[in-house]
């Protein structure tokens, strides 16, 4: 199973990402996570990133859904994906639709979660 959750920040979609992983063995993906595991490594792909954030810039639709294809597999072996902060723009969407399409998933669900 293949599952959206998006929402305002602090909306809970970690947290419920989190009981999911727990309950369904599914795997977390989540974009914000990468992007601090690979600033935190030092990495050339880490460097880019702290550059373009520390300027208030989002990065750029191609580092993130390549990412997310590096993931992806281990992800659908697992069980299925929950996304995490992805996709957030239509590029994202489609290449995931894309991604998913190889290897003979979709999405299953989208949840959009939102705070009173």
């Given at each position: 199973?293949?599952?959206i959750l998006f929402g305002p920040p602090a909306a809970g979609k970690g947290t419920q990402a989190k009981r999911l992983v727990e309950?369904?063995?599914?795997?977390?993906l989540s974009t914000g996570d990468m992007l601090r595991e690979a600033i935190a490594s030092g990495s050339e792909l880490g460097k880019e990133c702290q550059a373009i954030?520390?300027?208030g810039d989002l990065v750029p639709d191609a580092v993130v859904i390549a990412l997310i294809e590096a993931q992806l597999k281990a992800a659908e072996d697992a069980g299925g994906a929950i996304f995490d902060g992805f996709p957030r723009t239509l590029a994202q969407a489609e290449a995931l639709?894309?991604?998913?399409?190889?290897l003979g998933k979709q999405i299953d669900h989208v949840v959009r979660l939102k705070v009173n």
């Open positions: 199973m293949n599952l309950a369904r063995g599914m795997i977390q954030m520390s300027r639709d894309q991604m998913l399409a190889k």
